[in-house]
């Protein structure tokens, strides 16, 4: 596992330029796609180089970690909602080759479906994470299986604290959602972790000094060939 840090604005333009590399070499490629603050100032590097030509995302497929259980996509705080505001309506990728898992599904066998739908599409070429600050990547809360694909998950009361902040309150904040597994992430062919901001801090730091554990789920990418993580200086201070 590779580290990269530096300032956010820094680091939002390396990571788009791995995406751009990757789109570059191969103009079918297969992108994961994450949800969240962080990776927002990615896909704004993303949207103005592919209006500056730099890039073209007419041939890509796109597959999204995860979605809130139960919510439409057109509801304002459904996943889909986010990617089509902070990405897919700024570059020129076709909405029907996006995909973003729906919040209906009802069982672990349906959400499975979803890996052999990539697993088609040959595989995610790059794909972006962010991290919870109890370690989490995707919706796979620590204690989730190594082994686990695509599923249904309950999520934590520090996530469900995390991401109230983007709610009226937190009693509308989904208790469950649907997301990639640790095992459908770690099949990717490059992954590239982005953490911002001092609440990332500890979890960095377990990941970068601690031995993979299902406790600490981002541990899992120690055993990634091609990983590599940004992160800024509130998230590595106190690897100082
Ligand atoms: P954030 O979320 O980008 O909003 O901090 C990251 C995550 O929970 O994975």
């Known amino acids: 596992m590779k580290i990269i840090t530096g300032t956010i604005e820094e680091l939002d333009a390396l990571v788009a330029q791995e995406f751009v590399k990757v789109v570059n070499k191969k103009p079918n490629a297969v992108l994961g796609l994450a949800t969240g603050t962080t ?12 209006k500056e030509h730099k890039v073209f995302f007419t041939g890509v497929k796109t597959y999204n970690l995860d979605e809130y259980k139960g919510i439409d996509p057109e509801n304002d705080q459904s996943y889909r909602y986010f990617m089509n505001k902070y990405l897919f309506s700024g570059i020129d990728v076709k909405i029907e080759n996006t995909h973003v898992l729906s919040g209906k599904i009802a ?16 595989g995610i070429d790059i794909q972006i994470l962010g991290i919870g600050s109890n370690g989490h990547i995707a919706f796979n ?23 109230s902040r983007l709610f009226k309150s937190i ?28 609440n990332k801090a500890l979890a960095i730091k377990k990941l970068i000094e ?23 200086e509130d998230a590595y201070s106190l690897m100082k």
Do not use: Q, R, W
């Open 39 to 50: 990776p927002i100032g990615v896909y704004a590097n993303l949207s103005k180089m592919c």
């Open 107 to 122: 069982s672990d066998a349906e959400a499975e479906k979803y890996d052999e739908e990539i697993a088609n599409a040959g």
């Open 141 to 163: 809360e620590p204690g989730t299986k190594f082994d686990s694909k695509t599923h249904i998950v309950a999520l934590t009361e520090s996530t469900i604290k995390d991401n």
């Open 171 to 198: 009693d509308e904040v989904p208790t469950h959602a649907i997301t990639m597994g640790l095992a459908t992430i770690m099949k990717a062919k490059k992954i590239v972790l982005v953490a911002y901001g001092k």
């Open 210 to 232: 601690d031995e993979p554990s299902e406790s600490l789920p981002c541990s899992i990418l120690k055993k990634h060939p091609d990983c590599t993580i940004y992160v800024d």
